[in-house]
């Protein structure tokens, strides 16, 4: 065990199920280990990495903001927060913001949002219908918004306003809409679960049912947006629009942030009714502002189309060659190989092994989120890997 292994095990909450590696250097789509190991980077930091490790233009608007102004309260106007709150607005179907911190923190000021458009609206409906394998976060509201009870039985008693119903499945969210309902809130394309597509029409109807009901529809593009399924949000796909979306994980380049984005008929917070200390800090705003506009200037959403179809194929060619490779799924780069048998461990090691970092989603299944800058070329690098990987398996289990 390394030295920093020991140092986990003695001072660390138990909470993750590490890989033993220390990262200790980032670039592009490659980092180093403390033995000055490289590895291409095909989980880059669940999904956050999307211009890759260190980009120049994140390190040079971070480095002249921290020199500038790192904190202040949200008494006062800061000049980062409203530049990339404007640029958010004018590439998005949603006309006003709020910044907080991370992922969990924006869904749950996403369902406090629509809480109180329901007292205001809605005759003080408050519940949240949500989907079964869906995730939405680790903060105890979220938990109960997550639809997998791996993640709910460790905290029961939940907070109560909160009904999971089965994933594309029109008929379970009319079934569960009741007088009480104040939104539907799903993942566009669910990640964490194993990047399930929703069906045709899923969201379109889902959509129509919300409108018909009067009911807000909350997207989580925490994992799905800025590019990474191909266009800047996911619902440009599917033809809908939200009244409230929630935004993290890619939005400032790899520094903490969170968003939360609603249409002005769903933006009913007053002053008071929600806050945060950090939220809008101006380093991570500077470093949004720097991502969203390398994202939109430079088309990374249609490198992440064109580089995902190519990987893609070769995610095919692999499943003609391994006869128990059950699915390849996903679009732009949120794709995963399904198996037909829990396997995805000891190939999580085999990449490793030959340099490359991939995520097991599942017991059988592994995704790849790689940096949207990626080319082909380190797709067939990825794919090299994965063969070889994938034989050294198939010989271990004969
Ligand atoms: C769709 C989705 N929502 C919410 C979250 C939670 O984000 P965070 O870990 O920043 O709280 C995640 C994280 O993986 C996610 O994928």
């Known amino acids: 065990m390394s030295h920093w292994q020991e140092l986990e095990q003695k001072y660390y909450m138990n909470t993750f199920k590490r890989i033993p590696l220390t990262l200790v250097r980032g670039q592009g789509a490659?980092?180093?280990?403390?033995?000055?190991?490289?590895?291409?980077?095909?989980?880059?930091?669940?999904?956050?990495?999307?211009?890759?490790?260190?980009?120049?233009?994140?390190?040079?608007?971070?480095?002249?903001?921290?020199?500038?102004?790192?904190?202040?309260?949200?008494?006062?106007?800061?000049?980062?927060?409203?530049?990339?709150?404007?640029?958010?607005?004018?590439?998005?179907?949603?006309?006003?913001?709020?910044?907080?911190?991370?992922?969990?923190?924006?869904?749950?000021?996403?369902?406090?949002?629509?809480?109180?458009?329901?007292?205001?609206?809605l005759n003080g409906a408050f519940e949240v219908i949500t989907a079964m394998s869906s995730f939405h976060g680790r903060t105890l509201?979220?938990?109960?918004?997550?639809?997998?009870?791996?993640?709910?039985?460790?905290?029961?008693?939940?907070p109560t306003g909160f009904v999971n119903v089965e994933y594309n499945s029109i008929e379970a969210i009319k079934t569960a809409t009741t007088e009480r309902t104040c939104a539907v809130m799903l993942e566009p394309v669910q990640g964490e679960s194993g990047v399930n597509l929703p069906d045709d029409n899923y969201l379109t109807t889902v959509r129509a049912w919300c409108d018909g009901k009067g009911i807000l529809l909350i997207l989580d593009e925490i994992q799905t947006?800025?590019?990474?399924?191909?266009?800047?949000?996911?619902?440009?796909?599917?033809?809908?629009?939200?009244?409230?979306?929630?935004?993290?994980?890619?939005?400032?380049?790899?520094?903490?942030?969170?968003?939360?984005?609603?249409?002005?008929?769903?933006?009913?917070?007053?002053?008071?009714?929600?806050?945060?200390?950090?939220?809008?800090?101006?380093?991570?705003?500077?470093?949004?502002?720097?991502?969203?506009?390398?994202?939109?200037?430079?088309?990374?959403?249609?490198?992440?189309?064109?580089?995902?179809?190519?990987f893609t194929t070769g995610l095919e060619g692999l499943r003609e060659k391994f006869p128990f490779i059950t699915d390849v799924r996903g679009r732009g780069l949120l794709l995963a190989l399904e198996f037909s048998s829990d396997i995805a461990d000891s190939l999580v090691t085999a990449c490793l092994e030959r340099g490359l970092l991939v995520n097991r989603v599942k017991p059988n299944a592994l995704r790849f989120m790689p940096p949207l800058i990626i080319g082909k070329e380190e797709v067939d690098e990825a794919l090299g890997i994965l063969d070889s990987a994938l034989v050294s398996i198939n010989q271990g289990s004969a």
């Open 225 to 310: 947006g800025l590019g990474r399924l191909g266009t800047l949000f996911a619902y440009e796909q599917y033809g809908i629009e939200p009244d409230i979306m929630s935004l993290a994980k890619g939005l400032a380049g790899g520094i903490p942030i969170g968003a939360i984005l609603a249409k002005d008929r769903a933006s009913v917070f007053t002053p008071g009714e929600h806050g945060s200390t950090f939220g809008g800090n101006p380093v991570a705003c500077a470093a949004g502002y720097a991502t969203l506009k390398f994202i939109l200037d430079n088309d990374i959403a249609g490198n992440a189309r064109r580089v995902g179809e190519y």
């Open 141 to 158: 509201a979220m938990v109960a918004a997550t639809g997998q009870v791996k993640f709910q039985k460790p905290y029961i008693p939940l």
């Open 30 to 121: 490659r980092v180093w280990d403390e033995d000055g190991r490289q590895y291409l980077d095909f989980v880059a930091g669940w999904a956050v990495n999307n211009l890759g490790h260190c980009p120049p233009v994140v390190v040079e608007a971070v480095t002249e903001q921290v020199q500038t102004l790192i904190q202040t309260s949200n008494q006062f106007y800061t000049i980062p927060q409203l530049r990339l709150a404007e640029l958010l607005v004018q590439n998005s179907c949603l006309d006003k913001v709020f910044f907080c911190n991370s992922g969990a923190e924006a869904n749950e000021g996403a369902v406090k949002l629509a809480r109180r458009y329901g007292q205001l609206h």
